[in-house]
């Protein structure tokens, strides 16, 4: 009795502590950043989910805030480029929930995450925004797919390098103590 | 001292980042470098600008002058009265000679040359050099299709 009372208890902590994050992720996303660009939360949420709640919970997360931001990103309408945001940020996710981070106090996990944080937001905006970027150019310019993937690769560059090095210093920092105060909340 | 295989994985990762940013980064900067470069030989270009109002009336300022360096908003200001707003990617053009309505068209540009025709640049037109004797044209269009019909 006492045992499912508990489980229930820690169940309701996950939904609760999901929800806020759906909810967190998504505002974050979509609302007008000061800043201009070089700067998001998205990736570093998304991964974070998916190393205390799993694989399936961080790509559910990262597609789903991709999808609103379709809809309602600052910029307009994602159009083409929405397939190719979900599910970068849905890899992300599910990268988060492969890694395995069993002692979050351990000062490599820092440099680990920092490390993942700049990989995978290469990949990202590197292979998959990109692509997206180079579907619609070759659509709608002379250029065949693979010329205008390489146009958008060196013109992108100085803005791929600023996520990256943004997103190396957020997830270096803030993934192991958000990370620990998530299973804290969790009590694991 | 052996290193054990988690951490060399995630030093060959951090590596292999820099390693791939550095070459783009680059690649990047001496193209920019190139592209300006043969932008800015002469101190004085002369530079075609179209402008299309959307309501039939077109007009060329053929053979404008202007000093090397000068962007595509540099250029069409000299030529008339423009109204914008800057953003952190550049200049968004709201009028050019006080035409901004109706409100589902907007002032797009173009740059033209003999081997793609008209292109729709990526760049916003204060981020863009233009060089001597190019020919350019800004295009107030309907934007519930896209793309738009390039000028004919």
């Not at chain 1, 002379?142 to 390098?161: D, I, R």
């Not at chain 2, 004085?44 to 039939?56: F, W």
């Not at chain 2, 423009?82 to 002032?107: E, H, L, M, R």
Request: proline residues 4%; positive net charge.
């Amino acid at each position: 009795m006492i045992t499912r009372k508990n489980s229930n208890t820690s169940n309701t902590k996950r939904v609760a502590l999901f929800s806020t994050l759906v909810a967190v992720t998504t505002g974050l996303q979509v609302a007008p950043k000061p800043w201009g660009f070089g700067l998001e939360f998205t990736s570093f949420l998304t991964f974070s989910t998916g190393v205390v709640f799993g694989s399936l919970f961080g790509a559910s997360l990262g597609a789903f805030v991709m999808f609103v931001n379709g809809f309602l990103s600052p910029w307009g309408l994602a159009g083409l480029n929405m397939p190719f945001q979900m599910l970068g940020m849905s890899i992300i996710g599910a990268v988060g929930g492969f890694y395995k981070m069993e002692n979050n106090g351990k000062a490599r996990f820092y440099g680990e995450s920092a490390v993942l944080g700049a990989f995978l937001t290469f990949i990202y905006y590197t292979f998959l925004l990109n692509l997206g970027y180079a579907l619609q150019r070759s659509l709608f310019s002379p250029l065949s797919l693979l010329e205008a993937f390489v146009v958008v690769q060196v013109e992108g560059a100085a803005f791929t390098a600023l996520y990256v090095i943004s997103n190396a210093v957020l997830f270096g920092a803030g993934v192991v103590p958000l990370v620990s105060a998530m299973k804290k909340i969790l009590g694991r | 001292m052996s290193m054990n295989k988690r951490t060399f994985i995630f030093v060959a990762l951090a590596l292999l980042i820099w390693a791939l940013m550095a070459s783009l980064i680059g690649t990047y900067y001496y193209l920019t470098y190139i592209d300006l470069f043969q932008k800015t030989r002469k101190s004085n270009i002369e530079v075609n600008l179209g402008i299309n109002y959307g309501n039939g009336t077109v007009h060329w300022f053929n053979d404008t002058k202007a000093r090397s360096g000068d962007t595509m908003l540099d250029v069409t200001k000299q030529v008339a009265e423009v109204n914008y707003t800057s953003y952190p990617t550049g200049a968004f053009i709201t009028a050019i000679d006080n035409v901004d309505q109706p409100a589902t068209k907007a002032w797009i540009w173009f740059t033209w040359t003999t081997q793609f025709g008209w292109s729709l640049p990526s760049v916003a037109s204060d981020r863009y050099v233009l060089g001597d004797n190019e020919t350019t044209y800004w295009y107030f269009v309907d934007m519930s299709t896209w793309p738009p019909s390039p000028p004919s």
